[in-house]
């Protein structure tokens, strides 16, 4: 939001202003978005590092979340999104919590002047229910794959997505972007849909 960007771009305004301005904007997310927002937590570091948060962080510091390699790609990548998946939560209350996160620099509108980083972060358990809603029979699995078919997160009505050994499908769906196919996987004929996400920069 303009608001918030003419907030970190203005080195008059103070630490209050700019944390008001950032409230604003996360509250302006959560009202306008259908996903939900309130289980992400988002962080923001403005030019001088100081730190910015929807979520408590209990008088802690978390200078050491900017000297994360992910987060200081970001910061090299002018507004590229960097992802750091199922990593372990550098928020301390939320120790042993697998996350998924984005980290995207932040700059003045002409793209010349650094004014900090955002940070957006899921519990990786909040993906598995949103995998969940795709499943409507016993049968059903949802994965989610890398690079090639890397299984990242899985989900199934009856607990076997570990043992379905979906590389077969992924080869076969990987000269497609998205589509519907029958695919024998382990010997057993299922109806495949798939659908690739591209990197938003491509």
């Not at 970001?74 to 507004?79: C, L, S, T, V």
């Not at 002047?113 to 499943?135: F, H």
């Not at 029979?137 to 989900?155: C, P, Q």
Request: charged share 20%; proline share 2%.
């Amino acid at each position: 939001r303009v608001e918030l960007l003419e907030a970190l771009e203005d080195d008059t305004r103070t630490y209050y202003e700019i944390n008001a301005a950032f409230d604003k904007c996360v509250s302006y997310a959560q009202i306008n978005n259908l996903f939900m927002t309130e289980q992400l937590f988002v962080t923001m570091f403005d030019a001088r590092g100081r730190c910015y948060s929807n979520w408590n962080r209990n008088f802690q510091s978390y200078d050491h979340v900017l000297e994360m390699p992910w987060v200081q790609a970001a910061r090299e990548q002018q507004g590229h999104l960097v992802w750091d998946l199922f990593s372990p939560s550098f928020i301390l209350e939320r120790q042993g919590q697998k996350m998924i996160s984005l980290a995207r620099s932040i700059t003045n509108p002409m793209g010349e002047k650094d004014l900090g980083v955002l940070i957006i972060s899921m519990p990786q358990e909040r993906l598995s229910q949103v995998l969940a809603g795709y499943c409507f029979d016993s049968g059903d699995s949802v994965f989610l794959l890398g690079d090639g078919g890397v299984v990242l997160l899985a989900y199934s009505m009856d607990g076997n997505s570990g043992r379905i050994n979906v590389q077969e499908a992924f080869e076969q769906s990987a000269a497609n972007h998205s589509g519907s196919m029958h695919c024998m996987l382990d010997g057993v004929d299922y109806l495949t849909s798939y659908y690739t996400l591209d990197a938003p920069w491509k």
